[in-house]
């Protein structure tokens, strides 16, 4: 099949070498729907990046679509800073009764941003001023945004070192199994906290993803997570559970964290909450901790309407009753047993499997054998990314509605560069 070379002159004369994404996947797209991308040519590519994971319910819902439409023709409010609107109202009420109040949460929901990094940026401040301390904790292989707050608890030495000046008051401590085993869980963390000759200040909060989803798929035990949870408990210190990526039922519940039965104090909220790849995030934290005074924290685009319509349908259509859930377990465990398959049809490489959910990666011994297999991916249509540290890792986040078919399609797909690359 001979491909026509897509004219790609006008973003490489005029856009920055910033750009990313495109180097990957070298074609114009056009159009899209559910797990599918067309570029101008017509030819289909399977999505298997769903927008690094802001496209859960896939590329043009057309409940969601129908939803956003209506509201438009209509004349609905498109802009209205932290206004009191019928469509943050719909949201809002929404939000609480299949979301918050099911689980038992009564956390406030502050609407920082229009990008996951402002939600981050917003929950480290609120644990400063709450607990009037500096010090914050991340973990390797962290990642939390590109904003400066944000970079400071991120781990990554390329992202970090784009910062351009000093990364402070950010600590890292090893994720689950970092040490392989080898150190019981936080006793070099608590050891810190508890000798004063440490020379960690002590912590306002700590920050942690439950799945590190660009920091190469890397899961954490529930057990992990709740003794972390004591951890801070015991120390006073605040637990904010990013789950930007992970959330909005990417890992199966609506949030990542409740299969650890775990309550954090502080969550942030963004790509797929608005369910039609629009932007919005949200900061939930406990209500005794809402001590901001007004406009303390403001944003000229945190009270993105249009997404609030399409995050209230979303809700409705796929979060009230269990439904969505059961589908994403099951769809994961489908793709692991493909990708199990895969691994050990090419024992050669060391692939190794890890993921929950619908996230899930691939990880190679020669960092550069992943990037081969996404190159080769895209080149029979399916779209793949990769993550980690060394870029090592095959990671998947296909949308939670794509069907058993398409999966299957995809993974056949994957199956094959991998081979060929082999």
């Known amino acids: 099949m001979t491909l026509t070379q897509p004219d790609l002159s006008i973003f490489q004369t005029l856009e920055s070498e910033v750009r990313s994404y495109c180097r990957g996947w070298p074609t114009v797209f056009d159009r899209a729907q559910g797990s599918t991308l067309y570029d101008e040519d017509g030819r289909p590519y399977l999505d298997f990046f769903a927008g690094a994971g802001s496209l859960n319910y896939g590329h043009n819902n057309p409940v969601l679509k129908r939803a956003l439409l209506d509201y438009l023709e209509r004349d609905g409010i498109t802009h209205g800073l932290d206004m009191s609107t019928s469509a943050k109202r719909a949201f809002l009420e929404t939000f609480h009764e299949l979301v918050l109040s099911p689980r038992g949460l009564d956390h406030k929901v502050m609407f920082t941003g229009p990008t996951g990094t402002n939600a981050v940026e917003a929950a480290l401040k609120l644990a400063r001023k709450v607990k009037g301390r500096e010090a914050i904790v991340s973990f390797t292989n962290a990642f939390h945004g590109m904003s400066l707050g944000a970079l400071a608890v991120t781990g990554n030495a390329f992202k970090r070192a784009g910062a351009g000046i000093p990364l402070v008051h950010g600590t890292p401590m090893p994720f689950d199994d970092y040490l392989d085993g080898a150190t019981?869980?936080?006793?070099?963390?608590?050891?810190?906290?508890?000798?004063?000759?440490?020379?960690?200040?002590?912590?306002?909060?700590?920050?942690?993803?439950t799945v590190q989803g660009e920091g190469g798929i890397n899961v954490a035990r529930a057990e992990w997570l709740r003794a972390l949870a004591d951890l801070c408990r015991r120390h006073d210190m605040l637990l904010i559970v990013d789950d930007i990526q992970m959330g909005c039922g990417r890992t199966g519940?609506?949030?990542?964290?409740?299969?650890?039965?775990?309550?954090?104090?502080?969550?942030?909220?963004?790509?797929?909450?608005?369910?039609?790849?629009?932007?919005?995030?949200?900061?939930?934290?406990?209500?005794?901790?809402?001590?901001?005074?007004?406009?303390?924290?403001?944003?000229?685009?945190?009270?993105?309407?249009?997404?609030?319509?399409?995050?209230?349908?979303?809700?409705?259509?796929?979060?009230?009753?269990?439904?969505?859930?059961?589908?994403?377990?099951?769809?994961?465990?489908?793709?692991?047993?493909?990708?199990?398959?895969?691994?050990?049809?090419?024992?050669?490489?060391?692939?190794?499997?890890?993921?929950?959910?619908?996230?899930?990666?691939?990880?190679?011994?020669?960092?550069?054998?992943?990037?081969?297999?996404?190159?080769?991916?895209?080149e029979l249509g399916l779209l793949v990314e990769t993550s980690g540290p060394e870029d090592e890792v095959v990671k998947l986040l296909p949308p939670l509605t794509i069907d058993p078919a398409e999966l299957d399609e995809g993974l056949r797909t994957l199956a094959r560069a991998v081979r060929e690359t082999a």
């Open 184 to 209: 019981p869980d936080f006793l070099w963390f608590e050891r810190l906290l508890e000798d004063s000759g440490s020379g960690l200040n002590k912590p306002a909060a700590v920050i942690v993803e």
């Open 253 to 378: 519940p609506f949030f990542s964290f409740e299969d650890a039965g775990i309550v954090p104090d502080i969550i942030t909220v963004s790509k797929s909450i608005s369910g039609y790849g629009l932007p919005l995030a949200l900061c939930l934290f406990r209500r005794e901790l809402d001590i901001w005074e007004p406009g303390e924290h403001n944003g000229t685009f945190r009270g993105n309407n249009p997404a609030f319509v399409t995050a209230a349908a979303a809700l409705r259509t796929y979060w009230a009753d269990a439904q969505t859930e059961k589908q994403t377990v099951s769809r994961g465990e489908q793709v692991e047993a493909a990708l199990r398959a895969i691994a050990a049809e090419h024992p050669e490489t060391g692939a190794r499997v890890r993921g929950r959910g619908l996230a899930w990666g691939l990880v190679f011994e020669e960092p550069a054998r992943a990037g081969a297999v996404c190159r080769r991916a895209f």
